[in-house]
């Protein structure tokens, strides 16, 4: 009598080590950055996460989440966003990609080489995707964001070992400011919605 498939599979994995998953399996998980590493902070980080934070402010004073954006490079501003999801109707106006956008157009290049970007709260996936595209020198940012954070929250596309472009990234300036102004957003919400 012959061994059935289905017996050959299951003595199979009994042999198998431990970790003897498939091949492409094991190169996808191992390539994987998932603690975060992070660059320490410099010296005019503060400065210009104020004039991230003024700007998130513009966007809770017209009823937005409030998040703002700025792109810097060699210590000009070259790009200013707040989040105008609301107002546009548009999924992709979110801060970081409005002030991606106009570093862009500013620089005349989709490559921002040498930029940095400041944005007060952790970026999504599709921020921290575009900040790849865009092959940015560094990521600062305020406020962890745990619910759709992409920068060591609940992914690390920022650090990704297995993209070729991989920015910098410094966390947590100006955290608590940034998060009290989410926390009193939403606060005052609850309140007007009663
Ligand atoms: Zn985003």
Redesign the pocket.
């Known amino acids: 009598m012959t061994a059935s498939p289905e017996t050959e599979r299951r003595v199979a994995r009994q042999l198998a080590p431990e970790d003897a998953v498939h091949p492409g399996a094991a190169n996808h998980n191992a390539g994987s950055v998932l603690a975060p590493t992070g660059s320490p902070e410099t010296s005019g980080d503060r400065a210009f996460m104020e004039q991230a934070l003024a700007l998130a402010r513009e966007a809770g004073e017209l009823g937005e989440i409030p998040v703002g954006a700025l792109a810097v490079r060699d210590g000009l501003v070259i790009g200013r966003g707040y989040n105008r999801r609301e107002i546009d109707r548009d999924p992709l106006a979110?801060?970081?990609?409005i002030a991606l956008k106009q570093a862009a157009s500013q620089l005349g290049a989709w490559r921002l080489a040498n930029v940095v970007l400041y944005v007060t709260l952790e970026?999504?996936?599709?921020?921290?995707g575009a900040m790849v595209q865009g092959r940015i020198a560094r990521l600062v940012y305020g406020a962890d964001d745990p619910k759709t954070g992409a920068a060591g929250s609940l992914y690390n596309l920022v650090e990704e070992a297995r993209h070729n472009h991989r920015p910098a990234v410094t966390r947590g300036v100006l955290a608590d400011e940034s998060s009290k102004l989410l926390v009193d957003f939403f606060r005052g919400l609850r309140v007007k919605g009663g």
């Open positions: 979110h801060a970081e990609l970026p999504c996936a599709m921020c921290a």
